[in-house]
C-alpha cells in the first residue's frame, strides 16, 4: 500500500510507503524477566547517580564525556540552556524523589542532609522562572512529600520540614516576576535581586511561552496548601486565567509565544509540543490535584479543537490560531511525546496508542526521538538529549491497558540507553541520532523522569514503598500528595468566571477516569489500532515487478501529467487501485492498495504513478555529505564514546564501508601535517592526529598517507570551536584530481578533538573507529565479552531488509501541481580556494545544513544549477539555527 499527502494550494506533497507486514508479538512477559528489567533500571540509575555524585556534586549537572561538573560561567554558554542552572546543584535536588521511589532509602536522606546543608538559592545569578520552578521547586517539593512519608512511617524522624522552608524561600525568590500587569511571569528572574534594576541584569523582556507562564500552578498551589500562604496560588491562577481569556475564541488555541505585557501573541502557531505542552498538562492535573472543575473544563475545551485541528493520527501538526485549517510546519518535536501518556489521564485512549506507535515506530527507525522529525519521519534536527517523555507515555499506556507490549517497548528505551548512550561517568546526551555522536550533556530531568518512569513500568505493587496512585507527577515527573486537594487554602481568589454565554458542558467529563475493560472487550483491539501506523513506518523495500504485460490496459498515467481537479485523472487514479481523500486541512492524500486495482498491470502502473511523483519532486540536487563518526573503543570507553566529525570531499567514503577503519591514534610530527613526517615509522599502520592550518587538507592527507597512515583526523586549531554551536564542516580538495588519496580523513573541531587528545593523554594507547555512523559494541567486539553491563539479547539496530538511509527512504516531497523540471534546483558543493594555501571547508551535515523550500513559496532557481554560494548554504543554516535556538527559548 501506498500513502501520498498533497496539498492543492501548496508546490509540496508528502510521500509516504506503507507495506503490510504480519507482527509477532509477545503475549506475556514473565515475572522474572519484568524483575530483570527493573533492576537494570536501578543498576542505570545508579550509574548515572553516581558518577554525578563522584564527579560532579555540587555542581548543576555532570558532563560525562569529560567527567566533570558543569558549572554555568565556567563552561563555554550554552545560551537559553543554561537558565536552568542556578548553582543550587540541580540534579541533586531534581532526583531526590527519584531516590525515595527506588526504594533507595538510605541515599535519600543523606541526599535530603547534603540539600539542606550545602545548598544555597541566594545566588547572583539569572535563572529561568520556568526550569526552576519545575526541577528545583518542584524537587524539593517532591522532596518534601516522600520526607513526610518516611518519618510517618517511623524513618527519617529528625527531619523538621527542611525542605518546605527552602521550598517557600525559593518560591518568595520567585514572586517578583509575576510582577507584571497581565500577571504572567518574566521568563527569567535574579535569585538574589529579584526583576527590574540594574542590578538584577533581568526585567527587560517582553515575551514568553504559553508553557513557561501556564506551567506554575501545580508546585504553587502545592507551596500554598503545604505552607497555608495563599500568594503563591494565587498568582498562579491569575497567570493562567490570563492565558485563557487571551485563547483564540473561534479556533480555542493558544499560540505558543506571548507578550507578558499587551498579551499579544508573538508567535501564533499552535501544537501541543515545544512552547505549549505543559500548559494543556498543567489544566488537567490541575483539576486532578486540586479538585476544582474549571480547570477540567478549560482543557476539555482546548483539547476537543486539539483533536479537530491539530491531531491527524498519527500525526500532531501545529497550526495557525487564527486559521487552525493552515499548517503552521511540516514537522513535530520531541517534546509531544508526553501528549499519548495525558489522553491516558482524559481518557481517550484510541489516538493515544496511535500516536505512541508512530513515535514508537520512529524510535526503532533512528534509536531515538530526533529532537524534531518531519511528517514521513525523517530526521529534522538530529539531537536527543535523553528525553523522558516516551518513557512517561509508555508507562501510562501499559498502565491503562496493562497490554504487555508496552513492555516491550520498555525494553527498546533500555537497550538504546545502554547501547548509544552509556559512557563511562554516566549517560551522554545524542549530538546525532544518525551517527550515534555524543554531547557533553546529562540534563537533571533524565534522572528525575526517565528512571522513574521506567521503574514503575517494570515494577509490581510490592516493589514500590507506597502507594503511587496518592500521587500526581508533575511535569518534571515529581510527587505532588493528592491529599493537598483538601488542604485549607480559603483565602485563594476563585478562577474567573466564563465568558458571557458559556456554561460548564457535563459532555466534557465523559471518559475522564475511564474503565479500561470496557474500554477493550477485544484484547486484539490495541494490536488492531498499532498495526495501520507501524506499516506507515515500515522500513521494508519495495519489490515492484519488472515485466509488464504488453497490450493490456490503457496508456499509464504520467505523475508530470496529473492534475487533482482533473476527472479523468481522477477515474486513472481509481482503476489504478488509487484512491484519493480531501483531508480537512486543505491537503491531499493518495493512497494506493494494490488489490483494489482493475488489473495486475494497472496495480503495477499505479505503483510506476506513485515512484514517479516521488521521484519528480525530489529536488535535483548533489546530495550533501553526511557526517561521520569517530568512536573510540580501548579501554576504558569501549565504544561508549562517539564524537561528531566532518566528512572530506575525497579520499575513502566511510558510507560504502561495512566496517569503517579502526586503528590506534598518534599525532603526527610536524603536527601539521603540511611536510613529510619525521615519525613515519610510528604513523604507520595508524590513524594519525593532525592539525588544521597551513596548508590544504588534501596536502595534509597525501603526508600521511605516504608515511603509511590507514587514516587520518584533522583537529581544529580555533580554540573553543565546537559542533554544539556550530555547523558541520566537509573538507574540500585543492583543485586538484584527489584519486590519488585512498584513506578516509575526517575532521573534529576543537572541543571534539581535545576529548580525543585527553584520552590520549591518559592512556598508553587509544584506539577509534571511524566510520559512517556509530557502531553497536557487540559488532565493534564480534562476539567477545563485552565491557560494561548490556542488556542480554541486545542486537544491532539494523534491520533485515531495512531502506531507512537517504536514498533509500522512500520519501520525499512532491508537487500537487504538473512540475516544471527549470523550477528544482539543483544544488552542488562549492569549492572556495580564494585562499591559496589554506584549507577550503564547506557547512555540511549538523544542524539544518540542508535546502529547503518553505510552504508556499516556489523553489528559487539559480542561474548556475551547477553551483550554489556558501553564503547562500550558510543563510539557510542560520535559518534553521535560529528556530532550533527558538525552540530552546520555548523550553526546550
Not at 518534601?144 to 524522624?157: C, D, F, I, Y
Not at 500577571?183 to 504559553?210: A, I
Not at 500537487?816 to 558543493?829: G, W
Amino acid at each position: 500500500m501506498w500513502m501520498l499527502h498533497s496539498a492543492t494550494m501548496l508546490p509540496a506533497f508528502l510521500l509516504l510507503f506503507l507495506m503490510r507486514t504480519s507482527i509477532s508479538l509477545s503475549e506475556t512477559m514473565s515475572r522474572d524477566e519484568k524483575n530483570k528489567l527493573r533492576n537494570q533500571v536501578v543498576e542505570m540509575f545508579d550509574h548515572a547517580y553516581q558518577n554525578y555524585m563522584d564527579h560532579a556534586y555540587p555542581a548543576d549537572e555532570l558532563m560525562p564525556l569529560t567527567c566533570r561538573g558543569r558549572v554555568r560561567g565556567l563552561e563555554p554558554s550554552r545560551g537559553d540552556i543554561d537558565d536552568a542552572l542556578g548553582k543550587f546543584s540541580l540534579t541533586l535536588i531534581d532526583t531526590l524523589d527519584t531516590l525515595a521511589l527506588l526504594n533507595k532509602t538510605v541515599e535519600f536522606e543523606e541526599a535530603v542532609r547534603r540539600v539542606v546543608a550545602d545548598v544555597r538559592l541566594d545566588n547572583d545569578i539569572v535563572v529561568s522562572v520556568f526550569e526552576t520552578n519545575i526541577r528545583v521547586l518542584g524537587g524539593l517539593l517532591g522532596g518534601h512529600s516522600m520526607a513526610v512519608m518516611l518519618k510517618e512511617s517511623g524513618q527519617m524522624v529528625w527531619y523538621q520540614d527542611e525542605l518546605l522552608h527552602m521550598a517557600k524561600d525559593l518560591g518568595l525568590r520567585l514572586l517578583p516576576a509575576f510582577n507584571t500587569s497581565s500577571g504572567l511571569p518574566y521568563p527569567r528572574v535574579n535569585l538574589r535581586y529579584g526583576v527590574r534594576g540594574p542590578e538584577t541584569r533581568t526585567g527587560t523582556e517582553t515575551d514568553t511561552c504559553t508553557a513557561c507562564a501556564g506551567t506554575i500552578i501545580l508546585e504553587f498551589a502545592a507551596l500554598s496548601r503545604f505552607t497555608g500562604d495563599p500568594t503563591f496560588e494565587a498568582h498562579a491562577r491569575r497567570a493562567l486565567d490570563f492565558l485563557w481569556e487571551k485563547r483564540q475564541r473561534n479556533s480555542n488555541l493558544v499560540g505558543t509565544t506571548i507578550n507578558i505585557h499587551s498579551g499579544e501573541w508573538v508567535r501564533r502557531d499552535s501544537g501541543v509540543g515545544a512552547g505549549i505542552d505543559s500548559y494543556y498538562e498543567y489544566l488537567m492535573k490541575a483539576y486532578i490535584l486540586l479538585g476544582d472543575d474549571q480547570y477540567l473544563q478549560r482543557f476539555n475545551t482546548h483539547y476537543a479543537s486539539i483533536m479537530k485541528y491539530i491531531s491527524q493520527p498519527p500525526l500532531l501538526l501545529d497550526v495557525h490560531i487564527h486559521k487552525p485549517l493552515l499548517p503552521a510546519r511540516t514537522w513535530m518535536d520531541s517534546l509531544l511525546a508526553f501528549f499519548p501518556g495525558l489522553q491516558v489521564l482524559k481518557g481517550d485512549i484510541r489516538p493515544a496508542i496511535e500516536t505512541h506507535e508512530m513515535l514508537y515506530q520512529v524510535t526503532k527507525k533512528h534509536n531515538f526521538l530526533p529532537e524534531a522529525f518531519t511528517t514521513d519521519f525523517r530526521v529534522h534536527w538530529a539531537q536527543h538529549p535523553l528525553r523522558p517523555e516516551f518513557a512517561e507515555s509508555t508507562y501510562f499506556l501499559y498502565k491503562a491497558t496493562k497490554d504487555p507490549y508496552y513492555l516491550e517497548v520498555g525494553r527498546t528505551i533500555l537497550e538504546n540507553l545502554n547501547r548509544y548512550a552509556r559512557v563511562p561517568c554516566g549517560f551522554a546526551a545524542m549530538k546525532d541520532v544518525r551517527t550515534g555522536s555524543h554531547e557533553d550533556r546529562m540534563d537533571s530531568f533524565f534522572l528525575a523522569e526517565m528512571f522513574k518512569y521506567l521503574f514503575l513500568l517494570f515494577a509490581e505493587e510490592e516493589d514500590l514503598p507506597f502507594n503511587v496512585e496518592d500521587y500526581i507527577f508533575t511535569t518534571e515527573a515529581h510527587l505532588l500528595p493528592l491529599s493537598l486537594s483538601t488542604a485549607s487554602n480559603s483565602q485563594a481568589p476563585p478562577l474567573v468566571n466564563n465568558t458571557a454565554g458559556e456554561e460548564l458542558d457535563d459532555s466534557n467529563f465523559e471518559w475522564t477516569c475511564p474503565n479500561t475493560r470496557l474500554l477493550f472487550p477485544d484484547p486484539a483491539f490495541p494490536r488492531n489500532l498499532r498495526d495501520p501506523v507501524r506499516s506507515a513506518l515500515d522500513k521494508s523495500c519495495p519489490h515492484p515487478t519488472t515485466h509488464r504485460e504488453p497490450g493490456m490496459g490503457r496508456p499509464p498515467l504520467r505523475a508530470q501529467d496529473f492534475m487533482v481537479n482533473n476527472p479523468e485523472h481522477l477515474e486513472l487514479l481509481r482503476r489504478m487501485g488509487v484512491s484519493l481523500i480531501h483531508l480537512k486541512d486543505g491537503r491531499v492524500q493518495l493512497i494506493q492498495h494494490a488489490t483494489q486495482a482493475v488489473s495486475a498491470v494497472a496495480a503495477e502502473d499505479g505503483m510506476r504513478f506513485m515512484q514517479e511523483m516521488m521521484e519528480l519532486s525530489s529536488q535535483q540536487q548533489k546530495e550533501q555529505l553526511p557526517p561521520r563518526a569517530v568512536q573510540i573503543v580501548s579501554h576504558p570507553f569501549f565504544g561508549r564514546v562517539v564524537l561528531t566529525a566532518g566528512p572530506a570531499q575525497f579520499g575513502m567514503d566511510l558510507s560504502k564501508s561495512s566496517s569503517g577503519v579502526r586503528g590506534f591514534v598518534t599525532v603526527a610530527e610536524p603536527y601539521n601535517g603540511c611536510s613529510e613526517l619525521s615519525n613515519g615509522e610510528i604513523v604507520a599502520g595508524r590513524i594519525a592526529l593532525l592539525q588544521r592550518g597551513q596548508c590544504m587538507f588534501a596536502e595534509k592527507a597525501r603526508h600521511i598517507q605516504k608515511a603509511g597512515a590507514i587514516g587520518g583526523i584533522v583537529i581544529d586549531d580555533n580554540e573553543g570551536s565546537s559542533s554544539d554551536t556550530a555547523p558541520l564542516f566537509q573538507m574540500a580538495g585543492d583543485g586538484r584530481n584527489t584519486d590519488d588519496v585512498t584513506l578516509p580523513l575526517l575532521f573534529l573541531f576543537h572541543k571534539e578533538g581535545n576529548i580525543l587528545l585527553e584520552a590520549l593523554k591518559e592512556n598508553r594507547e587509544v584506539e577509534v573507529l571511524l566510520s559512517d555512523k556509530a557502531r553497536d559494541r557487540e559488532s565493534i567486539f564480534k562476539g567477545k565479552a563485552l565491557p560494561g553491563t548490556l542488556l542480554d539479547g541486545s542486537t544491532d539496530g539494523a534491520e533485515e531488509g531495512d531502506c531507512s538511509t537517504e536514498e533509500k527512504d522512500n520519501t520525499s516531497p512532491a508537487s500537487s501541481e504538473p512540475v516544471d523540471q527549470s523550477q528544482v534546483t539543483t544544488q552542488e558543493q562549492t569549492t572556495d580556494d580564494s585562499v591559496v594555501g589554506q584549507e577550503s571547508v564547506q557547512p555540511v551535515g549538523g544542524l539544518g545544513s540542508y535546502a529547503s523550500v518553505d510552504e508556499g513559496e516556489e523553489p528559487a532557481v539559480d542561474g548556475d544549477s551547477s553551483s550554489q554560494s556558501v553564503d547562500s548554504l550558510m543563510a539557510d543554516w542560520q535559518e534553521d539555527l535560529e528556530a532550533f535556538k527558538q525552540m530552546e527559548k520555548d523550553e526546550l
